[in-house]
């Protein structure tokens, strides 16, 4: 289990690679809730710490261009991963299907991603964080932050005593 306060500022982001077609969403509807209006269902790559379910973010932005951001409230509804088992949390180095409730509309960064459905049809795309990890970020340059951040894209090395 890895905290979010043991994870570097900036590297608590969400991954973003794509929307959910909707035979995902038939495939996993025992795991996750009917979509709302201003919900999206969205394959997250590998994550940076354990992150429960209800927490909350400031804003999203492009993976390519950090300086296209949209200042937007994006909880954490609910949970999955390939298996459609419910989970309260998005785990740490886990790749997951997750319900985001964007407010007070879904950005368009997010209404215009491509559907997928599996992990790794497309690239990441777009970063969801707070203010202060995305001010992170900027600074140290989006490339830098990706080439320190473990979690960019691939998986966290394996834990000590781990099999």
Known sequence: ??????????HRILLVEGR???KVLADVS???PRLSVNEEALFLSYNYADVPVGRSYGCCYRRTDASDVVRVTTTVVAVTQQWAHKWDAIP???KTLAVLRFEPEIP????????????HEHPIAV???????????????EAQADQADPAAG????????AS
Not at 1 to 10: C, F, Q
Not at 111 to 117: C, I, M, V
């Open 1 to 10: 289990m890895i905290a979010e306060a043991d994870t570097p500022l900036a």
């Open 20 to 22: 959910a077609t909707e």
């Open 30 to 32: 025992r795991a996750l």
């Open 127 to 141: 970063h969801i964080s707070d203010q202060d990890t995305w001010e992170a970020r900027v600074k140290m340059g």
């Open 92 to 94: 740490h180095g886990w």
């Open 154 to 161: 691939s998986p966290p090395p394996a834990r000590r005593g």
């Open 108 to 119: 368009e960064m997010i209404r215009d991603l491509p559907t997928a459905s599996r992990w």
